[in-house]
Nanobody, 122 residues
Framework: QVRLVESGGGSVQAGGSLRLSCTATGFPSKVNCMAWFRQAPGKEREGVARIYNGRWPYYYPSVKGRFTISQDSAKNTVYVEMNSLKPEDTAMYYC????????????????WGQGTQVTVAS
């Protein structure tokens, strides 16, 4: 059974940092593309970052320069280090996997975790 399990969410003050982790299990082979998306109440799900086989990280504009994505391919685990957090970063953060190459939009990803909440207080 395919599962994505996120961890590391929490509450921080603006300017603080958090590190999220997501481990994918149950896949018959190595997971190539792992990504993070987020969704705030009343808003559409938006991209945070994605990475392919531990290389070629891509950051969506709202987090570029503040977040760092990394992947341990051997463990099918992806991380995102979030620094200089802002209140507008408050959202439920979701891990997503795509068996093919990475893609831009959330609807192109097949597998999703349950999400982990990040709250940034001003």
């Amino acid at each position: 059974q395919v599962r994505l399990v996120e961890s590391g969410g929490g509450s921080v003050q603006a300017g603080g940092s958090l590190r999220l982790s997501c481990t994918a299990t149950g896949f018959p082979s190595k997971v190539n593309c792992m990504a993070w998306f987020r969704q705030a109440p009343g808003k559409e799900r938006e991209g945070v970052a994605r990475i392919y086989n531990g290389r070629w990280p891509y950051y969506y504009p709202s987090v570029k320069g503040r977040f760092t994505i990394s992947q341990d391919s051997a463990k099918n685990t992806v991380y995102v280090e979030m620094n200089s957090l802002k209140p507008e970063d408050t959202a439920m953060y979701y891990c997503a996997v795509r068996r093919q190459g990475c893609a831009e939009y959330s609807h192109e990803y097949t597998y999703w975790g349950q999400g982990t909440q990040v709250t940034v207080a001003s």
